[in-house]
């Protein structure tokens, strides 16, 4: 296979991956390590790296216009970022110098936990109280729900937020993933941050979160261009059309349909790393 024919393929898979990624809610990593890896024949840690690159790339984009609307709560983003770059590092750490097929069998697990998640249902939980600590590091804010109406919030159980980040963080050094439904878990379940503003701060850390761990692919040689630069074009691209899609179709139906897909690779990345094929 020539290196214009491999591009050519990994551009169009990456498109595919935006697209399923930004529908599902779960960001274009999660298609396109299968890809590279299952179908192209790419070693993983390669993989890992380039869906890193993709994740600064599209989290930067659509960070940006949710800290200009006030629903990122940066202060807490910050904060909780101190966490998932010392996870993120540690799990690149391991990552580059663990077995091939035991990331892959790992990959799929958190794909199917990251897709049974996107499926469950979701609802805005306001908590007026604060716990002393968050009161202390002034983590409870307030969102814009109208132009002329605001929304306050509490925020409670930093230390356990906290731990779960950590956890989060080192699986998206990992495994290449945004890891984004670990860090909603921490903020919406266990800091009882209503879900709107948890999942635009998640989306404002992502990008933190994979520059750490991407320094060390980078020092052990992981970051390829010929890869990174169709994966980064690619699911820049594939969301860019996937929000456009979204907007024109019911979003339920198409997590659903993108769940079972979802379901489907994370199978084969299990049965492959167990067979010993990646």
Known sequence: ???????????????????IGSLS?????????PLLTIVLGVDIHYAIGAALVSVIATSSGSAAA?????ITNMRLGMFLEIATTAGAV?????????????IAVLFGCALIFSAGNSLRKKEEKVVTDSSTLAKKLK????????KDKEISYGTKNVIGGFSMMGL??????????????FKVIA?????????????????????????????????????????CLPVMIGVLVGAMIGSKILIATDPKKLRVLFAFIIFFLAANMIYNGIKGNI
């Open 1 to 19: 296979m020539t290196v214009l024919v491999f591009v050519s393929i990994v551009l169009l898979g990456a498109i595919c991956a935006g697209i």
């Open 25 to 33: 809610g779960l960001g274009g990593g999660i298609v396109v390590i």
């Open 66 to 70: 949710y800290v200009k609307e006030g």
């Open 90 to 102: 540690a799990g690149a750490l391991i990552s580059t110098s663990a077995p091939s097929s035991s």
């Open 139 to 146: 983590l409870p804010s307030h969102y814009p729900l109208t």
């Open 168 to 181: 989060a963080g080192m699986l998206s050094g990992m495994l290449g993933i945004g890891s984004g439904a």
């Open 187 to 227: 903020m919406d379940t266990i800091m009882k941050i209503p879900f709107k503003v948890s999942t635009t701060t998640s989306n404002f850390m992502m990008g933190v979160t994979a520059l750490a761990s991407c320094v060390i692919y980078v020092q052990k040689g992981y970051i390829v261009p010929d890869i």
